[in-house]
């Protein structure tokens, strides 16, 4: 029997840490290191005196809806993205669900488990990773793609995105990242004259909330309804809810746009390091708070450089890369310097 060489689209980067706690660096959980910050645990632990009563989301709704300037019905809150994956996969008809790969697999995952047969858009690296909506089939009714996308860091162009919205399909556009991207730019949160438009957000990667699962939808009032009716009852906790509400405010937003920048010359200084290495790729302009890189051996080093202290993710499970590929997340110089060399000792013990 020939052993199967699809990837594990379940597997993610916690899948690197588990067990470990603090013996490794974490540099494949693309989190914000130093999260969420002593202000936002307070702020939640304040909302426990609340827990008899069932969740109330109207204060965050409409937090979330100030902070888009869009009008409350065109939000729904999740219990993070993955949950707003599974309620398109099974809420939404649709015929022919594409996908644009490399990115984040749940979207596949969920829709797969919903019994949809997925085609994929496979990006080229050669080509850097970047999008031509021409490659996406004229008749898909359903398109999936990431911005900035998770493992590759690359930031389409909104306009590029855009084209592919037209009546009778829905596009969804995944921006978990996007702010992490000072600016926020290309983000297509705000629109609302692009037909089929859906957004996806989520307050785990900037505020540190992995564990209390948050996020949301951005989209028409009809595509709105239709997934909350696919939602089971009071779905997001009210320590979730007093997090999206907070998070949504000016004071929390101006944070996320400082911590955005720093991000940035963080992600720049790990580039110039990693430029070091004669046998490592560096996928690029990176726009997210992890880099893709490519080198021989991949799996070999990985596994060395677990025993240096270093857990990195691996690539062979997206769709569109292979055992060559390691995702980086983006930390601060010292710990980036602190992995360079590292890696050098993995490479040069790997041969």
Known sequence: MHESTEPDLRHHGDAEVRGMGAELTDLAVNVRAGTPPL???????GSLGSLAAYPDGRAARRAVAARHGLPEERVLLTAGAAEAFVLLARALPVRRPVVVHPQFTEPEAALRDAGHTVERVVLDAADGFRFDPRAVPGDADLVIVGNPTNPTSVLHPARALARLARPGRILVVDEAFMDAVPGERESLAARTDLPGLIVLRSLTKTWGLAGLRV???LASPGKIARLERAQPLWPVSSPALAAAEVCSAAPALAEAAAAADRIAADRAH????????????VY???AGPFVLIRLPRAAAVRTRLRGLGFAVRRGDTFPGLGPDYLRLAVRDRATTDRFAAALEEALTTVG
Do not use: C, D, S
Request: charge should be negative.
């Open 284 to 286: 690029g302009p990176a």
């Open 39 to 45: 202000w936002l645990r307070e702020h939640i632990a």
């Open 215 to 217: 996020g949301y939808v």
């Open 270 to 281: 790990l580039q110039l390091r990693l430029a070091e290495f004669a046998e490592v790729t």
